[in-house]
């Protein structure tokens, strides 16, 4: 394939981490250079350069904000971890308002070998998504709830479906809370199709993250993200439900993957794109 | 904890793989010693020393066979391969009726890199089985789909939820198809309890394997199987759940770890039985 450095990539962007060894302003400004159009965030790069210069390296780069990554981790059974959680949720949702950020997404936790009541932590996450939710509503962001692999339903995210996390859109019942489709923790669900269907048609499909699901798992399994078409995730199938279902927004590549950073960000930036218009653009 | 060597564990098998690096006649004679009444065969323990002859073994040692691993891999989209595929199965299920295991446990097989279709692959699944089904029937033993955690989905099976599981049960419509409950791959799922509850009141729990889910993820995620108390799994309320389904049946502990293939297995059975007895058995 040849890359098409300059050429249009509608509705693409290009999450931080996928170039996460690459400085941010060159980050930026090679997005931007492969005609590129949005980016996502992370709280990361608010720490390291500042919200207000931010803001503006990114609005001086001509780019949008798809999202910010990450607000969550909300399954503490202690009152003051859980109230430290809540408050360190508003400031990331009062970031994704001074980045113009839409929404932010959502890891929600994981256990601990001390407390391996995973229903009840379900149930703490549901209860501190509603505490949230007016605070987001008046902010006007909405909140993303990642489901994330059942492979970290033990350390990140008892979060593992995307019918659960529309269950606790809905229990929470505010329309500022809805759901990620992210390939890399779905693409396995039998029920997907289903739950593509059912967030879009309560207008709780909120952002659809692409990247492959690649084999051998890395010996960090967050970070056999691969290129799409590398693994055996099937995108023009589930790009089609997403595209059945009315989503017309835009499509994050998020790949955490050892060689990809370890690649000059014009060239991996190039094998994205190159993939995107392939195998998923066509078919979204 | 002080082992219990001699004493009762009802309804305690111990799967021949979890002792896999033991000789066979030393792992039989092993468990029996220590008071456990069954165990869990492979097909590879057939191939060893041939089927009368293991029947013997087993007989001689005074033990039950409560299954026998595994069938399955009937995801192929060559007839060539199918047609095998299938004739493997018919002599494992003649193998299962040889050594008296009621259930045959199936592990689905994977995709390659060459045919992601999810969803095909999953149909062919579920015709084979149908296929199979009247075989088994007549043979007197069940098959045991066996949902398989969602990391094992591309490469070993497409089959990955319990309700699915049922879904292809109820759609082949044989009493002798059910499902196998592993807690190592099922633990995460959130609709764990009411799939317990369906595949109960259709009869068609047909087995319950536990072993813990062990972090970080080994190398071989296949290896990360614990004893159980080592890992997340909250045993007393998924086995809480089985009981209160009305499963009475045997329970098998399948442990596939290098450290416990390294334990001498007087002391590594004399640990299963006891994380058994106090983590698994009051609550079944």
Redesign the interface.
Known sequence: MTPQTAGPAPRLSINRWTCRTTPLQDFLEATAAHGIEAVGLWRQDVEEVGLPALRRRVDDAGLRVTSLCRGGFLTTADETDRAAALEDNRRAIDEAVALGAPTLVMVVGG?T?ED????AA?ERVTENIATLAPYAEDAGITLSLEPM???F???RAVL??T??AL?IAEAVGSDAVGVVVDTYHV?????LASAITRAAETNRLLCYQVCD?N?P?A?E?LFSRGYMGD????FP?ITTLIRDAGYTGDIEVEIFNEDVWATPVEESLGIVKDRYLELVLPHA
């Open positions: 256990l070998r391996k009541d995973l229903v379900r692999h059942p492979m339903a033990a350390d593992s479906t019918h659960q269950d693409w396995w669900d039998p029920a699901w084999l798992l010996a399994p693994g055996f995730v099937d199938a």
